[in-house]
């Protein structure tokens, strides 16, 4: 069974960074690429980022590109996502997703991330 | 950016009825996905490629639809179909999501 965990969501301060963890299992976690999604509160679905099997390709909408880093360690068959500067829109909660592409055919619980002083 | 504007953004249902939540995208796509997402759940990928169902999904939902405009449809409609539903393509980056139709049942 595909199963995805995410943690390290929280309350934080606009400015500051956060970094969010997802542990995979249930499925060979190299050979597939990874996403993260998120949903504001009562708000639709906005894609963050995504990264290749290898690691070695990322990519990221503008509204976060220069801001947020995805990465992986397969070798732990987990995810990661580094927010720095983060912003109040940024405030949301954070799924990981396991991105057969070009869908999302898994997704974690989630984790909540909010940004406010 | 591709824009996905779905409609309705709220609809209430009754067990038995047949009921249409349509998905319109700003570009033509080759596919669409959508996926159920239930009260304070995660979302489950629901169709893809515009008319496959997913593992498990019952054969009372059924996707369709080309180019700019795409459909699900379900028939009838079940107590357990409750949720808001999302279309989402990928034909063009960035992937964009609709802004979701909430389904009620009456």
């Known amino acids: 069974e595909v199963q995805l965990v995410e943690s390290g969501g929280g309350l934080v301060q606009p400015g500051r960074s956060l970094k969010l963890s997802c542990a995979a299992s249930?499925?060979?976690?190299?050979?597939?690429?990874m996403a993260w999604v998120r949903q504001a509160p009562k708000k639709g679905l906005e894609w963050v980022a995504t990264?290749?099997?290898?690691?070695?390709?990322?990519y990221y909408p503008d509204s976060v590109k220069g801001r947020f880093t995805i990465s992986r360690d397969n070798a732990k068959s987990s995810l990661y996502l580094q927010m720095n500067s983060l912003k109040s829109e940024d405030t949301a909660t954070y799924y990981c997703?396991?991105?057969?592409?070009?869908?999302?055919?898994?997704w974690g619980q989630g984790v909540m991330v909010t940004v406010s002083s | 950016e591709i824009i996905l504007t779905q409609s309705p953004t709220i609809m209430a249902a009754s067990l038995g009825e047949k009921i249409t939540i349509t998905c319109s995208a700003s570009?033509?796509?080759?596919?669409m996905y959508w996926y159920q997402q239930k009260s304070g759940a995660s979302p489950k990928l629901w169709v893809h490629?515009?008319?496959n169902l997913a593992s498990g999904v019952p054969d009372r939902f059924s996707g369709s639809g080309s180019g700019t405009d795409f459909t699900l449809t379900i028939d009838p409609v079940e107590a357990d179909d409750t949720a808001t539903y999302f279309c989402?393509?990928?034909?063009?980056?960035?992937?964009?999501f609709g802004s979701g139709t909430k389904l009620e049942i009456k």
């Open positions: 997703a396991r991105q057969t592409q070009p869908y999302f055919d898994y």
């Open positions: 249930g499925f060979t976690f190299s050979n597939y690429y």
């Open positions: 990264i290749s099997t290898s690691g070695s390709r990322t």
């Open positions: 570009s033509s796509l080759s596919y």
């Open positions: 490629r515009t008319s």
């Open positions: 989402q393509q990928s034909w063009n980056d960035p992937p964009t």
